[in-house]
């Protein structure tokens, strides 16, 4: 029997596979119980473009908690203003086998509303 992790990682790989197809740079999110992470990654080269998280200091400032649907939101938005300000607009949304609900929804949300499109 596998465990909830492993589960997890299971759902991912198959996303991943069928990001990798396209060929687009894919937003990737991991959230712990305490803080969201977003990254942008191209794996064509193999690099991170940009990132957001609940552990810069500027966002520590104006949020109590990291790990509720308010911050997520707010990662979502400062994800797609880094990424506009590279010239990305077209991403593919890579949930690492999260639900599509509470905060990762809340970042997607956001990250759609501020000019990225997926």
Same mark, same amino acid.
Do not use: W
């Given at each position: 029997?596998?465990?909830?992790?492993?589960?997890?990682?299971?759902?991912?790989?198959?996303?991943?596979?069928?990001? %990798?197809? @396209?060929?687009?740079? &894919? /937003?990737?999110?991991?959230?712990? !119980?305490?803080? +969201?992470?977003?990254?942008?990654? *191209?794996?064509?080269?193999?690099?991170?473009?940009?990132?957001?998280?609940?552990?810069?200091?500027?966002?520590?400032?104006?949020?109590?908690?990291?790990?509720?649907?308010?911050? %997520?939101? @707010?990662?979502?938005? &400062? /994800?797609?203003?880094?990424?506009? !300000?590279?010239? +990305?607009?077209?991403?593919?949304? *890579?949930?690492?086998?999260?639900?599509?609900?509470?905060?990762?929804?809340?970042?997607?949300?956001?990250?759609?509303?501020?000019?990225?499109?997926?």
């Amino acid at each position: 029997m596998l465990n909830l992790k492993e589960n997890r990682i299971r759902r991912s790989l198959k996303t991943r596979i069928k990001i %990798a197809k @396209l060929g687009v740079i &894919r /937003l990737s999110v991991h959230r712990t !119980n305490s803080h +969201i992470y977003a990254q942008l990654i *191209d794996d064509k080269n193999n690099k991170i473009i940009t990132c957001a998280s609940t552990l810069e200091p500027e966002v520590r400032k104006s949020l109590t908690k990291g790990g509720n649907v308010a911050a %997520a939101a @707010l990662i979502g938005k &400062r /994800l797609a203003e880094k990424a506009v !300000n590279c010239g +990305i607009s077209n991403i593919a949304f *890579d949930r690492s086998g999260y639900k599509y609900h509470g905060r990762v929804k809340a970042l997607a949300d956001a990250a759609r509303e501020n000019g990225l499109k997926f």
